[in-house]
């Protein structure tokens, strides 16, 4: 369960890094710049230490799906983006998946 903790850790920082890699205006605005390169380094670290214990292909496809779907909930607070219907289903199909890969992962 602590590599699961670290997965979703690992998501976070991933949130962070997107939405701060969209305020940095292609690394020229010096703040969000820096808060990006620390969210990179936070969330591959902490995905490293996470697939110590959960097989690659599920670990990564959860901790894309979470970096995704929170960019998209979180960037129309922090930037001029829409969140549609259209969008909103679609990541509730990610979020789907997601779930079914973590049940899939169960042992029998």
Do not use: H, Q
Request: net charge negative.
């Amino acid at each position: 369960m602590n590599a699961w903790l670290t997965l979703l850790l690992a998501g976070v920082f991933e949130v962070g890094y997107a939405l701060s890699v969209g305020g940095s205006d292609g690394f020229t605005e010096l703040p969000w710049s820096v808060v990006a390169v620390v969210f990179f380094l936070l969330t591959l670290y902490a995905l490293s230490v996470a697939l110590k214990r959960i097989d690659v292909g599920i670990g990564y496809a959860v901790w894309a799906g979470i970096g995704a779907v929170g960019a998209a909930l979180l960037s129309p607070v922090f930037f001029d983006d829409t969140l549609t219907v259209v969008r909103g289903f679609w990541l509730a199909v990610i979020i789907g998946g997601v779930v079914w890969l973590k049940l899939a992962d169960r042992p029998a």
